[in-house]
Every structure is written in C-alpha cells, then in structure tokens.
C-alpha cells in the first residue's frame, strides 16, 4: 500500500530524512538526480540531445545535477537556467556551481532567449513547492516547451501543476513522461490534473521510512502485492456451500450479454453456487453459455419484473444490462427492503436509483455501488473535476456507511471509514463495452466468500484491472473485449494463489 502524502508531508520527510540519517539537503539532492538518471538512461536510445530547463528553487538544483550526470555519462546536454528575478535557493546555487564545472548555462530573461534544439527536454522549473499559477515568464516558456516536438520529462512534477489539488488556471507542462521522487502525487491520480503529467515513474531516493509510521494520511494506491492470498485458500475438505451463493439480477431485451459476463465473472472468481435471474428473453442464451449457472426466469418476457426468496443468497449482484423499465425500478425498492445483507449494485441499478434519489437511503449498508463518471453524475450531481468527485464520494460513503467505486483510469474505492484507494492495475484498452459487469461479478464473488465489503472493492479492482492488463498483453488494447477479462482472470487468481506470491 502506497501512502499518498501532501507537499507539505513530503518536505517535512524529506527534513526528517535529513536529521536523522543524517545527510545533507545537497547530497540528498545529489541522492535523488542520480536516481532520476538511473531510470532515464534504461528508456533512452542512442545519445539523443537534451535540454535541461531550470527554475531557481530545489527543483532547478534538481535539474543542474541531472544535467551534470547526463554529462558524465555522454549525452550532449544544454542546460538553461530561467531568470525570474529571485536568489537561486541555497542547494540550487550549490548544485549550479556544481554544473558550472563542467559547462556554461544559458540564462533566460527572456522567453525569446530560450532555443530548445533537443530531442528531450527535462522540465525542472519548479516541482512540488508550487503554490500559485505560472503566469508571465514562466508561461511563456512552459508554451514554448509544450509546443516544441521534443520529449518532455518532469523532474517530480510537471511546472505548473499543484501537487494536492486541481488548479489549471495557468500554463502547465505537458510532460510525456514524469519521473517523481519516492511516492507520486495526489494530482496525478485525477483525469484532469494527471493529463499533464503523461506516464508517471516513481523512484526510490532513500527517504527515512520511520516516517511514514506514523504518518497519516486518507489517501492510499492499492497495489497487487496488498491482495492477501489467504482471501482465496480452499482447503481440501471444503464444499460448495462454504464459496457463497449468489443472485445476479441482470439482463433485458438486447442486453443479456451482460447477464452473461456479470455471472461467469462471479464463477471464474470462485463462487460457490450461481443463480441467475433474468428475463424470459435471456433463458436459452445463458442456460446454454453457462450451463455451470442456475437460472431463475422473470415472469416478464423482455424485462425483470419480480424477484422472489432472496433470503437464501448471500450477496445480490444488481444491474448489469437490465434496462430502466418503471417495473424493474420496482423491484429495486423491495430488494432494499427485504434483502438485509451487502449488495453490489451497479450499471442500470443505479440508473434506477437516480431516478428515485430516496432509494438511495434505502440500500443496505456496506453494500458497494460501481458507478463510472456519467452514472456518478447521475446519481450524485455534477462536479468541476475529479478531487471534487472523490470528495464527495467520500462524504456519502461516510454518512451512507456505503463502499463506492468510481470507475476509470486508477478507480478509486471510496470506504466508510472515510479513506480513498486509488487502484493500481488496469489500462485503457478496458474501456470497452461490459468490463463493467464482469468487475460487479468479481466484487459479488468475493463477498459471497466471506470478504467484507471494502476489502471486497479493493481487491475486486485490482483484480479485474489486472486481468486487463493480461488481456491487453494478449490482444492488444484496441483489440481488447470484457470477454478477454474472464479469459485472463485464471491467470490472475493462479499467481495470487500461488506460495511464492508478493
């Protein structure tokens, strides 16, 4: 589990790095240029030219070492430094005389003065300290870099952009590609900040771990190694009854498909007895494409219309494909009332709740909701950006005692307890028709299995992005269906499973 700190925790670490290994501030900026060369140097080809764009804080220091390294190692680097009127700071004038050693910098009064001729361009204006828009000057210049048909690289962060907040008011870096020190930042994890920041790599420049126990923070990067492999163990005396039975309510007219990848998500994720409740329309298709499934057939032809004796499953899948008929809304409210136990709730589900907001007070605690940004919005109300999204999902979870899912790049799973994960795994070829349902079967599995609901988020996310990421391996990610998932997700629970799992 990644700890997502503010720039204001990060600088205290850093100090606390300082104090108590103890190292200096300029060999701790020497610690993390070198490290940000190591990494640049396995993604670089030939010996392409660099320009190496400086600020007068820490970050130009930065810059002026990884310059000086890129040097010594061979490549052709021409270093600038941009002239705002302000002292260097103490580390960037000590790590500026550093690079005077060896080479000349260009200064930049102007932006007229500025000739990027590289095929890279290192951006390390300002980093992480940012607390105001980039405007005149520096503006000028961060348009330059943008337009250039070079490769931009932030050292930590792009110039321009605020590290725990959506501010995009000003001129910001474009990066391609930013390389951040020790754990990246809130703001690259939100669509509309992270646009700038490209791919993002974090690497390790030796902070004192002492100080993230007892650091705390509501914001966490959920990773594959966080998956505890005992969630999935299966003893040899063990039977069906003791993996969940689970109801899937899904489907309509044109739209079991979704039926169909929400119920062998929830088998291929290990439950232990299936039942799927559909329309008539739906009965032939699913009975013989899953024939591992019991189907349970609405009265209604093209529609769900009523469910009956719910009381013997332990989660209720809801939603997928099954249409906004006045009828299926219906049921929605009785399954609230009669059914006492964590719900998974998604697609059309929740589209129904947005039609009738008091349901959403009705929906059993610790059920989880996986709506992506259109149903988000729906149901909640539109946002300015995405930290405003997670903020609210996060005072509803709280005051709802609910877990919510906001779908997309780096979901987020937001808990009742007030923390935010971001997930780690996944890719965009998963933008694609029905991967949706196969994350509701997944999540209806494991809680079926005994899991609780936010644990059942969590490593439901990480699961379905990480059968993504196999499929995208496999197919490609233009090529890439919601069908491909379930294909992948063998592979997936084998390496959780497996001893030697990290």
């Given at each position: 589990?990644?700890?997502?700190?503010?720039?204001?925790?990060?600088?205290?670490w850093d100090?606390?790095?300082?104090?108590?290994?103890?190292?200096?501030?300029i060999?701790?900026?020497?610690?993390?240029?070198?490290?940000?060369?190591?990494l640049?140097?396995?993604?670089?080809k030939?010996?392409?030219?660099?320009?190496?764009?400086?600020?007068?804080?820490?970050?130009?220091?930065?810059?002026?070492?990884?310059?000086?390294?890129?040097?010594?190692?061979?490549?052709?680097?021409n270093?600038?430094?941009?002239?705002?009127?302000?002292?260097?700071?103490?580390d960037?004038?000590?790590?500026?005389?550093?690079?005077?050693?060896?080479?000349?910098?260009?200064?930049?009064?102007?932006?007229?003065?500025?000739?990027?001729?590289?095929?890279?361009?290192?951006?390390?204006?300002?980093?992480?300290?940012?607390n105001r828009?980039?405007?005149g000057l520096?503006?000028?210049?961060?348009?330059?870099?943008?337009?250039?048909?070079?490769?931009?690289i932030a050292?930590d962060?792009?110039?321009?952009?605020?590290?725990?907040?959506?501010?995009?008011?000003?001129?910001i870096?474009?990066?391609d590609?930013?390389?951040?020190?020790?754990?990246?930042?809130l703001s690259?994890?939100?669509?509309?900040?992270?646009?700038?920041?490209?791919?993002?790599?974090?690497?390790?420049?030796?902070?004192n771990?002492d100080?993230?126990?007892?650091?705390?923070?509501?914001?966490?990067?959920?990773?594959?190694?966080?998956?505890?492999?005992?969630?999935?163990?299966?003893?040899?005396?063990?039977?069906?009854?003791k993996?969940?039975?689970v109801?899937?309510?899904?489907g309509?007219?044109?739209?079991?498909?979704?039926?169909?990848?929400?119920?062998?998500?929830?088998?291929?994720?290990?439950?232990?007895?299936?039942?799927?409740?559909?329309?008539?329309?739906?009965?032939?298709?699913?009975?013989?494409s899953?024939?591992?499934?019991?189907?349970s057939?609405?009265?209604?032809?093209?529609?769900?219309?009523?469910?009956?004796?719910?009381?013997?499953?332990?989660?209720i899948?809801i939603?997928?494909?099954?249409?906004?008929?006045?009828?299926?809304?219906?049921?929605?409210?009785?399954?609230?009332t009669?059914?006492?136990?964590p719900?998974?709730?998604?697609?059309?589900?929740?589209?129904?709740?947005?039609?009738?907001k008091?349901l959403?007070?009705?929906v059993?605690?610790?059920?989880?909701?996986?709506?992506?940004?259109?149903?988000?919005n729906r149901?909640?109300?539109?946002?300015?950006?995405?930290l405003?999204?997670?903020?609210k999902?996060?005072?509803?979870?709280?005051?709802?005692?609910?877990?919510?899912?906001?779908?997309?790049?780096?979901?987020?799973?937001?808990?009742?307890?007030?923390?935010?994960?971001f997930?780690?795994?996944?890719?965009?070829?998963?933008a694609?028709?029905?991967?949706?349902?196969?994350?509701?079967?997944?999540?209806?599995?494991?809680m079926?299995?005994?899991?609780?609901?936010?644990?059942?988020?969590?490593v439901?996310?990480c699961?379905?992005?990480?059968?993504?990421?196999?499929?995208e391996?496999?197919?490609?990610?233009?090529?890439?269906?919601?069908?491909d998932?379930?294909?992948?997700?063998?592979?997936?629970?084998?390496?959780?499973?497996?001893?030697?799992?990290?």
């Open positions: 589990m990644i700890k997502i700190l503010s720039a204001e925790q990060i600088r205290r100090l606390f790095t300082i104090k108590n290994e103890p190292i200096s501030s060999d701790l900026m020497e610690r993390a240029s070198s490290a940000f060369v190591k640049l140097l396995t993604k670089v030939g010996q392409p030219r660099v320009d190496v764009v400086c600020g007068p804080g820490n970050n130009g220091g930065d810059g002026f070492a990884i310059a000086r390294l890129l040097i010594g190692n061979g490549l052709k680097v270093c600038h430094l941009i002239d705002f009127g302000l002292k260097l700071s103490e960037c004038r000590k790590s500026y005389r550093r690079f005077l050693d060896i080479s000349q910098v260009n200064i930049v009064k102007q932006a007229k003065d500025l000739s990027l001729n590289g095929e890279i361009v290192i951006d390390a204006m300002f980093g992480s300290g940012l828009s980039a405007t520096a503006a000028e210049v961060i348009q330059l870099i943008n337009q250039s048909q070079s490769k931009t050292v962060m792009p110039s321009g952009l605020f590290a725990d907040k959506v501010n995009l008011s000003g001129k870096i474009e990066a590609w930013t390389i951040t020190f020790q754990a990246p930042k690259f994890l939100i669509p509309e900040s992270g646009y700038y920041v490209g791919e993002w790599s974090a690497v390790d420049i030796g902070l771990p100080f993230l126990k007892t650091e705390s923070t509501d914001f966490f990067i959920f990773e594959k190694s966080d998956i505890d492999h005992s969630l999935f163990d299966r003893k040899k005396f063990d039977h069906k009854g993996y969940g039975r109801l899937i309510v899904a309509s007219l044109g739209k079991i498909g979704a039926a169909y990848l929400s119920s062998k998500a929830a088998l291929k994720s290990g439950a232990g007895l299936l039942t799927v409740h559909i329309p008539q329309v739906g009965y032939a298709p699913i009975q013989t899953l024939p591992e499934a019991m189907v057939v609405d009265p209604e032809q093209e529609f769900v219309s009523e469910i009956n004796k719910v009381e013997g499953f332990d989660v899948g939603g997928p494909g099954l249409g906004d008929n006045p009828k299926t809304g219906k049921i929605i409210k009785e399954l609230f009669s059914f006492n136990k719900m998974a709730i998604d697609a059309d589900a929740l589209n129904l709740i947005a039609l009738d008091e959403i007070d009705l059993p605690k610790g059920s989880v909701l996986t709506p992506h940004i259109g149903e988000f149901l909640f109300g539109e946002c300015d950006n995405g405003e999204r997670i903020e999902i996060r005072t509803i979870a709280i005051e709802k005692q609910l877990i919510i899912v906001l779908k997309g790049a780096h979901s987020v799973v937001a808990t009742p307890d007030g923390e935010i994960y997930n780690s795994t996944g890719n965009s070829g998963m694609t028709a029905g991967c949706g349902d196969v994350l509701t079967g997944i999540i209806s599995a494991l079926a299995r005994g899991s609780d609901s936010s644990t059942s988020a969590r439901g996310v699961i379905h992005g990480w059968a993504g990421d196999l499929a391996n496999t197919v490609g990610k233009t090529a890439l269906m919601a069908s998932l379930l294909c992948a997700l063998p592979e997936v629970f084998s390496n959780v499973e497996s001893s030697d799992f990290i």
